[in-house]
């Protein structure tokens, strides 16, 4: 059975109502899909849910859809915030994309003194998110944040928010524990560069009241693999992931 196409909708959903795509999206549709007038695909957003809607006009550069009925509901997802020093643009976009389909609700970029990527196009990765939702059936996408310093992030921490740093350097509690440990949320893990943090850094991050710098066992793991080794320990233990997946075909 083939898969419904599944767009992010800026606009309010609701029935009946008309919607034209964005001139990627009508590309998207038109010339890589070749999706015809009367083909079915689904729109959502965080807001209004899931819905079904029919190509009622496609051409080159335009397409517009004619929304029918609600297909899901919004629903809460996991408040999970992944604030990660920036790397080398093929293990960026795969952190991206792999957050975004374990549910993390938040992406911070952060400056540290090891970090070599001098450039971060946040709208580069909005639309890397973006498709990562459409893909993984998510009905919101991540919120992604512009980058700051790794001092700025501290100042600005909400001290309500469980902050677990990914510590390198031994000695610090094994994440398993400390997810039982500080199991209500909200929480969110800190990820470094490639050259890991700098000894001063995370002896400062040691410091403060709302971090617990945890360990992810005797291996020495790249920062997109930690990254998404955390975050999957996370959900197995504090997230969503003792919900039964949903039937993609409507079925019982």
């Known amino acids: ?43 959502f957003n965080a807001l209004d849910g899931e819905w079904a809607a029919t190509i009622q006009e496609s051409k080159k550069k335009r397409c517009v859809l004619q929304v029918g009925s609600k297909t899901r509901d919004t629903e809460k997802m996991p408040d999970l915030w992944l604030c990660f020093a920036p790397i080398k643009k093929q293990r960026l976009d795969f952190i991206i994309e792999k957050a975004t389909e374990l549910g993390v609700s938040c992406l911070q970029p ?33 919120d992604v944040k512009e980058a700051v310093s790794l001092t700025q992030l501290i100042k600005d921490w909400p001290e309500n928010r469980r902050l677990f740093v990914l510590d390198e350097r031994g000695g610090a509690e094994p994440i398993d524990q400390a997810l039982r440990t500080h199991k209500d949320g909200p929480h969110a893990f800190l990820t470094g560069p490639e050259g890991g943090f700098e000894a001063s850094e995370l002896d400062l991050l040691r410091k403060l009241p709302f971090v617990t710098p945890i360990s992810l066992g005797p291996r020495i793991l790249r920062a997109d693999t930690a990254a998404l080794a955390a975050i999957s320990c996370w959900q197995s233990v504090c997230g969503d992931w003792q919900k039964p997946l949903r039937n993609r075909f409507g079925e019982e």
């Open 110 to 142: 952060v400056i540290t003194r090891h970090t070599i990527v001098s450039k971060i196009r946040t709208d580069r990765l909005h639309a890397q998110a973006i498709e990562a939702s459409e893909q993984c059936e998510r009905l919101n996408i991540p």
């Open 1 to 43: 059975m083939s898969t419904t196409i599944r767009l992010y909708a800026e606009d309010q959903l609701t029935g009946d109502k008309q919607i034209e795509l964005s001139s990627d999206q009508a590309h998207y549709i038109n010339n890589v899909m070749r999706l015809n007038v009367g083909d079915e695909v689904l729109l």
